[in-house]
């Protein structure tokens, strides 16, 4: 029995080590260790043997069946290994391919615009500051020149938070209280320009939303005058929309400048020869500036006796209707692939 059993554990290894498939193992563990192998035939002889010869014999026999069966284990997982990696192989994507193929995103048109203005303005040697879009009254309208119960205070439609005192904090109506911010924070001169977003009350139309972007321009030094604020805003009109399109100033009202003008444009669709879209004017709004008011250098500390400068505003969403010819500012926000895709 013995020399059967070499025979069996000889035998059953070399057909384990054949088996190329897990299909092909379970019946290999079939005949080597099932109820019809020869070892379980051997088994039932045991009981013609003597008690200590059945003894030997049986822990021989389990010792061989142990054998196999951890052969059989080891060579199971190395098929399932085989057999995983294979699939794994045979289901691989080549996202590669998949993402040259696929259409890239973009900067959204007012994102590009806003980082248009600001490298016009940086190469006019202007910085960028930013400020907070939730901000004090102070900030806001006070510093502004704007105190409580201001008859301007009706120009903006206001948000308020619910935060400390009634109707003390907001959010931000225009980038001005990031002037005041500067003015603050450093000593003149000042060149510098405040993009960002801004909250109104606005009912959604055409031409108004209830969110959206401005950037403003402060200048402070000694001997501004506003000669140089129209000489820099035609300069950025001639940069930004070509040298075909020139600005004019017009007399205006601004509770934080004076004096105050608006600031208009040549209409762009006609270039000044008028059209239906400038009403035949040829002439097209596009923000308003003026000097800096006294009051407004008083509530940051600097003495308007020595130091003098300009501001000015435009829509950064307005801007970018007009270079692109868009008529509704709502078409900017509405999220449709096949018109964002255009810019």
């Keep these: 029995m013995i020399d059967d059993l070499d025979r069996i554990e000889q035998q059953g290894r070399e057909r384990i080590a054949s088996a190329a498939t897990?299909?092909?193992?379970?019946?290999?563990?079939?005949?080597?260790?099932?109820?019809?192998?020869?070892?379980?035939?051997?088994?039932?002889?045991?009981?013609?043997?003597l008690p200590d010869e059945r003894r030997q014999a049986g822990q021989?026999?389990?010792?061989?069946?142990?054998?196999?069966?951890?052969?059989l284990a080891d060579r199971r997982h190395?098929?399932?290994?085989?057999?995983?990696?294979?699939?794994?192989?045979?289901?691989?994507?080549?996202?590669?391919?998949?993402?040259?193929?696929?259409?890239?995103?973009?900067?959204?048109?007012?994102?590009?615009?806003?980082?248009?203005l600001e490298d016009l303005f940086i190469g006019m040697g202007f910085t960028v500051a930013e400020g907070p879009e939730v901000e004090t009254d102070w900030y806001n309208f006070e510093a502004l020149n704007i105190p409580p119960a201001h008859p301007a205070r009706g120009m903006w439609d206001t948000l308020y938070v619910e935060h400390?005192?009634?109707?003390?904090?907001?959010?931000?109506?225009?980038?001005?209280?990031?002037?005041?911010?500067?003015?603050?924070?450093?000593?003149?001169?000042i060149y510098s320009v405040m993009p960002g977003r801004v909250y109104r009350r606005d009912t959604p139309d055409a031409s108004h939303l209830p969110v959206f972007h401005q950037i403003e321009g402060l200048v402070v030094d000694r001997g501004i005058s506003m000669a140089h604020l129209a000489g820099t805003l035609e300069a950025f009109t001639?940069?930004?929309?070509?040298?075909?399109?020139?600005?004019?100033?017009?007399?205006?009202?601004?509770?934080f400048t004076?004096?105050?003008?608006?600031?208009?444009?040549?209409?762009?669709?006609?270039?000044?020869?008028?059209?239906r879209t400038c009403g035949q004017t040829g002439w097209l709004e596009l923000g308003g500036c003026g000097m800096v008011h006294p009051n407004v250098f008083a509530a940051v500390g600097l003495d308007p006796e020595e130091?003098?400068?300009?501001?000015?505003?435009?829509?950064?969403?307005?801007?970018?209707?007009?270079?692109?010819?868009?008529?509704?500012?709502?078409?900017?926000?509405?999220n449709d692939v096949r018109f964002l895709e255009q810019f």
């Design 258 to 275: 004076e004096p105050s003008a608006e600031y208009d444009i040549n209409c762009i669709i006609c270039e000044g020869s008028g059209c």
């Design 78 to 116: 190395e098929l399932e290994d085989r057999e995983r990696a294979e699939r794994f192989s045979a289901e691989r994507l080549d996202l590669t391919e998949l993402t040259e193929r696929r259409r890239r995103g973009h900067l959204h048109l007012v994102t590009q615009t806003r980082d248009r």
């Design 164 to 189: 400390g005192a009634e109707q003390s904090t907001l959010l931000r109506t225009h980038t001005s209280p990031v002037q005041i911010r500067v003015l603050q924070a450093q000593q003149p001169p």
């Design 307 to 334: 130091w003098t400068g300009f501001a000015f505003g435009f829509g950064i969403d307005r801007l970018a209707l007009m270079r692109h010819g868009i008529d509704d500012l709502r078409e900017l926000f509405t």
């Design 238 to 255: 001639s940069a930004y929309f070509g040298g075909s399109i020139h600005s004019r100033l017009r007399p205006s009202y601004f509770p």
């Design 22 to 49: 897990l299909d092909e193992l379970r019946g290999v563990e079939a005949a080597i260790l099932g109820k019809r192998s020869e070892l379980a035939t051997l088994k039932k002889c045991l009981a013609d043997l």
């Design 60 to 71: 021989a026999l389990n010792a061989v069946r142990s054998r196999l069966a951890a052969a």
